[in-house]
Structures are given as structure tokens and as C-alpha cells.
């Protein structure tokens, strides 16, 4: 069973950073897209940022410059670094795993495998 576990997630103020982790059990990761999305209270999840198997990456235009996403295939990790945070950024984050390489990376359910999300919250 494929499992992916975030973590990073807590409470920072505005202009912080946050370092969200992404450990997965997916048995042949470096073949696989990987993404990030979130959620936040009364919306729907959206995309945030992906990087696919070439390193590759593309983000929201939200994010874009403040964000950046990683991999480690070592680890069977992916990673989401978040700087310049602001308080629109509140919201549980999930990771994805896409074992196709879709081209329509956007859209969630394009991807496979997810986790059970991670809180980060920013104050103002």
C-alpha cells in the first residue's frame, strides 16, 4: 500500500518560512510527478507546485517565486519550501503522486496517491 506522510507544517507570522516534507513509500518515485496542493477553510483545492521526473517544476502563479518544490530520490521525499509567507497562504497542504507524468498537472485527480495533509497556518 502506497503511502505518503507531510510534515512541516505549524504556525509561522507573515514573512516567515516553512519547510514542508513529503516521505513516501511509493516504490518507484523517481519515475513519478510529484505535487503539492492545499486547501484552505471554505475553498476547494488548488494547485500549488509540481516537479516531475526530470526536475522539472511548475507552479501557481500565487506561489510562483516565493515557493520552491524539490525531490530527493534517495529519500523518496519531496519537498516544499515556502518563503515570504502570508496569511492567504493558510491552509492544510497535500502532497500527490502521479506515477503517468501527466501533462495536465493541475488537476487533482490526475494524481494517484495522497497524503493526509498538513496545517500551516500564518498570522498576521
Known amino acids: 500500500q502506497v503511502q505518503l506522510v507531510e510534515s512541516g507544517g505549524g504556525l509561522v507570522q507573515a514573512g516567515g518560512s516553512l519547510r514542508l516534507s513529503c516521505a513516501t513509500s511509493?516504490?518507484?518515485?523517481?519515475?513519478?510527478?510529484m505535487g503539492w496542493f492545499r486547501q484552505a477553510p471554505g475553498k476547494e483545492r488548488e494547485f500549488v507546485a509540481t516537479?516531475?521526473?526530470?526536475?522539472?517544476?511548475r507552479y501557481a502563479d500565487s506561489v510562483k517565486g516565493r515557493f520552491t518544490i524539490s525531490r530527493d530520490n534517495a529519500k523518496n521525499t519531496v519537498y516544499l519550501q515556502m518563503n515570504s509567507l502570508k496569511p492567504e497562504d493558510k491552509a492544510v497542504y497535500y502532497c500527490?503522486?502521479?506515477?503517468?507524468?501527466?501533462?495536465?498537472?493541475?488537476?487533482?485527480?490526475?494524481?494517484?496517491?495522497w497524503g493526509q495533509g498538513t496545517q500551516v497556518t500564518v498570522s498576521s
Open positions: 511509493v516504490l518507484t518515485f523517481s519515475s513519478h510527478r
Open positions: 516537479i516531475n521526473r526530470s526536475s522539472n517544476t
Open positions: 500527490a503522486a502521479d506515477p503517468s507524468g501527466t501533462v495536465y498537472y493541475t488537476r487533482e485527480y490526475e494524481y494517484d496517491y
